[in-house]
T-cell receptor, first 115, second 112 residues
Framework: NAGVTQTPKFQVLKTGQSMTLQCAQD?????MSWYRQDPGMGLRLIHY???????DQGEVPNGYNVSRSTTEDFPLRLLSAAPSQTSVYFC??????????????FGEGSRLTVL | QKEVEQDPGPLSVPEGAIVSLNCTYS??????FMWYRQYSRKGPELLMY????GNKEDGRFTAQVDKSSKYISLFIRDSQPSDSATYLC????????????FGSGTRLSIRP
């Protein structure tokens, strides 16, 4: 019963490096999203997808790219990492009908440090 | 100004106490209101959900929404050490199911 799986759990990057945070869900959820969590700022929506081939921007999309080629996977790409992107990143998914109740299923997070 | 404001705490209360957690918001379009609980080093999990104004009770937890004041609350009765966690309010407008906005979270500690 995997749910939402995020990899890696921890990552240290140097400024300017690129990397991809992976997110996979096995619940056949149409909706997937990426949030970042910073002290005092709460969870902020980066990008989201309502189905394969469809993505849209959230509150803080700059510096991040996403794609959704399958229902299961929703990777988040950092093109040129900056220290301001040091954060804990959470992937979340939901059935479309459960969005009405706001029930998002979250992964355990990926802690990223950019030096 | 943030759309959703939440006191970060930390809030420390003795076991058995009634806990009150609150959020204020500025967007009058918000119609759906949620409370998430997040244990340390884990992802948040949905605790309760309320639509529009009113109260909702689930065991020891009661969620209240006052849309006229743009104020929501979560009450925890007979608090237990296992309730120690960060509690995040969240909300979204009727028109946009995809964009759920979160508060910054209140860190709660229940002392045995």
């Amino acid at each position: 019963n995997a749910g939402v799986t995020q990899t890696p759990k921890f990552q240290v990057l140097k400024t300017g490096q690129s990397m991809t945070l992976q997110c996979a869900q096995d619940m056949n959820h149409e909706y997937m999203s990426w949030y970042r969590q910073d002290p005092g700022m709460g969870l902020r929506l980066i990008h989201y997808s309502v189905g394969a081939g469809i993505t849209d921007q959230g509150e803080v999309p700059n510096g991040y790219n996403v794609s959704r080629s399958t229902t299961e996977d929703f990777p988040l790409r950092l093109l040129s990492a900056a220290p301001s992107q040091t954060s804990v990143y959470f992937c979340a998914s939901s059935r479309s009908e459960d969005l009405n109740t706001g029930e998002l299923f979250f992964g355990e997070g990926s802690r990223l440090t950019v030096l | 100004q943030k759309e959703v404001e939440q006191d970060p705490g930390p809030l420390s209360v003795p076991e058995g106490a009634i806990v009150s957690l609150n959020c204020t918001y500025s967007n009058s379009a918000f119609q759906y209101f949620m409370w998430y609980r997040q244990y340390s080093r884990k992802g948040p999990e949905l605790l309760m959900y309320t639509y529009s104004s009113g109260n909702k009770e689930d065991g020891r937890f009661t969620a209240q929404v006052d849309k006229s004041s743009k104020y929501i609350s979560l009450f925890i009765r007979d608090s237990q050490p296992s309730d120690s966690a960060t509690y995040l309010c969240a909300m979204r407008p009727h028109s946009s199911a995809s964009k759920i906005i979160f508060g910054s979270g209140t860190r709660l500690s229940i002392r045995p």
